[in-house]
């Protein structure tokens, strides 16, 4: 018998349960599926950082922590856990919100969708925007996501340059990576979108230095993680018109404080961490294959370099 755990908050279990049940009952498994184990019995936990489980000591039977999310920033560093730790980076659900929540707002600058979304006046400024091949994109970050939002850009008709910290190939797509190409892939952008893990490495990667490498008048769409940005040094961008104006959806501190400058900033929008939801279904057929593996002694899918954090 397979003892899984199930470590997020309240509201995630009601929404959870069947359809974990349902992935794992199709793969033949035998399991209990609890929110109340004995430690000492458990065998994988299926995980929210948020949850109240912090201390992985009393776990000593444990196999994996199966994250959730794709963001693991808050459990990488724990040093009570030493099993294997996966992220939530393969569930189609994930993927596909972030794709449309990308292209969307790309799309929404692109086209200038504010002015005629909110009518100010009743003046008629003919303003015809350039053709999506006149309009080049850069995505900072190549990882599933990444890969997923820069190939359906590609399909639009955007240029597109995807930057990484280590090399990457996309059909399509002109790929750099390092340090030393992070100006390059910033020059040319834009529309920059930001989908890069949160890491002490990519912290505050774009601050005001970085910012002055966009053309002036770029725009930028963060779905990716809060601290990737320096919020001052955006906030003088901003004001300055380096930066014509940036949609984001995650912040150092979540809810975004009342008190934040984003929220009455005219040109910023604010979106409440909704790019891409984990959705329960396909989640639990991620989930339950990885337990699958590690019953059967396969190698776990997704599973994070504690060194890069992610």
């Given at each position: 018998m397979i003892n899984?755990?199930?470590?997020?908050?309240?509201?995630?279990?009601?929404?959870?349960?069947?359809?974990?049940?349902?992935?794992?009952?199709?793969?033949?498994?035998?399991?209990v599926l609890s929110r109340e184990l004995a430690p000492e019995d458990v065998d994988y936990i299926v995980y929210a950082p948020n949850s109240d489980v912090q201390d992985f000591r009393p776990y000593t039977r444990l196999k994996a922590v199966l994250n959730l999310w794709a963001g693991v920033e808050k459990v990488t560093q724990n040093p009570t856990l030493t099993v294997p730790l996966a992220r939530m980076v393969d569930d189609e659900g994930l993927t596909q919100g972030m794709v449309e929540y990308v292209t969307g707002h790309v799309l929404r600058h692109h086209l200038g969708m504010d002015a005629h979304i909110v009518n100010p006046g009743h003046d008629w400024p003919k303003l015809t925007p350039p053709l999506a091949s006149e309009r080049p994109v850069t995505i900072l970050g190549l990882g599933t996501l990444g890969v997923a939002c820069a190939k359906a850009l590609r399909t639009l008709g955007f240029p597109v340059t995807g930057w990484s910290r280590s090399p990457k190939q996309v059909d399509g797509v002109r790929c750099l990576h390092g340090m030393d190409q992070l100006d390059k892939a910033l020059e040319t952008a834009q529309i920059l979108v930001l989908l890069l893990p949160d890491t002490p490495a990519t912290t505050d990667l774009l601050?005001?230095?970085?910012?002055?490498?966009?053309?002036?008048?770029?725009?930028?769409?963060?779905?990716?993680?809060?601290?990737?940005?320096?919020?001052?040094?955006?906030?003088?961008a901003l004001d300055g018109g380096q930066?014509?104006?940036?949609?984001?959806d995650v912040f150092r501190i979540e809810p975004l404080p009342q008190d934040h400058p984003f929220w009455a900033h005219p040109k910023v929008t604010v979106t409440p961490?909704?790019?891409?939801?984990?959705?329960?279904p396909s989640a639990a057929r991620v989930i339950a294959e990885n337990?699958?593996?590690?019953?059967?002694?396969?190698?776990?899918?997704?599973?994070?370099?504690?060194?890069?954090?992610?």
């Amino acid at each position: 018998m397979i003892n899984i755990l199930f470590a997020a908050t309240d509201s995630r279990w009601p929404e959870y349960a069947a359809p974990l049940r349902k992935a794992l009952d199709a793969l033949g498994l035998h399991y209990v599926l609890s929110r109340e184990l004995a430690p000492e019995d458990v065998d994988y936990i299926v995980y929210a950082p948020n949850s109240d489980v912090q201390d992985f000591r009393p776990y000593t039977r444990l196999k994996a922590v199966l994250n959730l999310w794709a963001g693991v920033e808050k459990v990488t560093q724990n040093p009570t856990l030493t099993v294997p730790l996966a992220r939530m980076v393969d569930d189609e659900g994930l993927t596909q919100g972030m794709v449309e929540y990308v292209t969307g707002h790309v799309l929404r600058h692109h086209l200038g969708m504010d002015a005629h979304i909110v009518n100010p006046g009743h003046d008629w400024p003919k303003l015809t925007p350039p053709l999506a091949s006149e309009r080049p994109v850069t995505i900072l970050g190549l990882g599933t996501l990444g890969v997923a939002c820069a190939k359906a850009l590609r399909t639009l008709g955007f240029p597109v340059t995807g930057w990484s910290r280590s090399p990457k190939q996309v059909d399509g797509v002109r790929c750099l990576h390092g340090m030393d190409q992070l100006d390059k892939a910033l020059e040319t952008a834009q529309i920059l979108v930001l989908l890069l893990p949160d890491t002490p490495a990519t912290t505050d990667l774009l601050n005001a230095e970085r910012l002055a490498r966009l053309p002036k008048g770029a725009m930028i769409v963060n779905p990716g993680r809060g601290p990737l940005i320096d919020d001052a040094a955006l906030v003088a961008a901003l004001d300055g018109g380096q930066i014509a104006h940036a949609t984001l959806d995650v912040f150092r501190i979540e809810p975004l404080p009342q008190d934040h400058p984003f929220w009455a900033h005219p040109k910023v929008t604010v979106t409440p961490h909704i790019a891409s939801e984990t959705r329960a279904p396909s989640a639990a057929r991620v989930i339950a294959e990885n337990i699958r593996r590690g019953e059967v002694g396969e190698p776990f899918l997704h599973l994070v370099d504690r060194t890069s954090g992610y």
